[in-house]
């Protein structure tokens, strides 16, 4: 069984960062690629970056702002996120492709908030 825990959620004010992270517990093989999403009220849920294969995928909307980081040793990803604005409210969510035992497949985190109001 593997799960994904996040932390590093809040609020901030307009114009200010905050770092996610997430870390895979359990009975994990390998980890291939691992990304943030996130879901605003009302809309479906979005990609916002992932990382694979050492290679990096940003959304338009927050490229130049956020910055994704994996720690392969650890089974940890992270997200660096500055000059946040009200549009970046939203539970952001961790996933990850894990390689457990023979079965690979991906899991979702519980989602942390991130309010971005003044």
């Known amino acids: 069984q593997v799960e994904l825990v996040e932390s590093g959620g809040g609020l901030v004010q307009p114009g200010g960062s905050l770092r996610l992270s997430c870390v895979a517990y359990g009975s994990v093989f390998s980890i291939y690629a691992m990304g943030w999403y996130r879901q605003a009220p009302g809309k479906q849920r979005e990609l916002v970056a992932t990382t694979s294969g050492g290679s990096t995928n940003y959304a338009d909307s927050v490229k130049g702002r956020f910055t994704i980081s994996r720690d392969n040793a650890m089974n940890t990803v992270s997200l660096q996120m500055n000059s946040l604005t009200p549009e970046d409210t939203a539970v952001y969510y961790c996933?990850?492709?894990?390689?457990?035992?023979?079965?690979?497949?991906?899991?979702w985190g519980q989602g942390t908030q991130v309010t971005v109001s003044s």
């Open positions: 996933n990850a492709d894990v390689k457990s035992g023979y079965l690979t497949r991906g899991y």
